[in-house]
Nanobody, 122 residues
Framework: VQLVESGGGLVQTGGSLRLSCVAS????????VGWFRQGPGREREGIAS?????????YYADSLKGRFTISSDNAKNTVYLQMNSLKSDDTAVYYC???????????????WGQGTQVTVSS
């Protein structure tokens, strides 16, 4: 099982970025992919989670819902995180991870990507 993130970078305040997470090795089993972030001196924070199945149910952290949107292209085994109206507080390393069900508890996730840095400058 492997998860690979991409799409991070440097963006100005108010800008947008779309992160991608390509998952491989899951076969035909259903699972969920979540996005997390960890900023300097901060705890890991759950952003959103999506079911990788025909329903594609989603679950968001209340504080980020509305600015961040999770989606998936199951044919490409890819999950996206669209981030809009970015603020300096959004600066963090962003990770995708896989779990058996939709959840924002990072302890439920067994597989993690290497992370991608997002830096928001003012």
């Amino acid at each position: 099982v492997q998860l690979v993130e991409s799409g991070g970078g440097l963006v100005q305040t108010g800008g947008s970025l779309r992160l991608s997470c390509v998952a491989s090795g899951f076969g035909s089993e259903h699972y969920a992919v979540g996005w997390f972030r960890q900023g300097p001196g901060r705890e890991r924070e759950g952003i959103a989670s999506i079911g990788i199945d025909p329903h594609g149910a989603t679950y968001y952290a209340d504080s980020l819902k509305g600015r961040f949107t999770i989606s998936s292209d199951n044919a490409k085994n890819t999950v996206y995180l669209q981030m809009n109206s970015l603020k300096s507080d959004d600066t963090a390393v962003y990770y995708c991870a896989a779990a058996p069900f939709i959840t924002l508890n990072w302890r439920d996730y067994s597989y993690w990507g290497q992370g991608t840095q997002v830096t928001v400058s003012s």
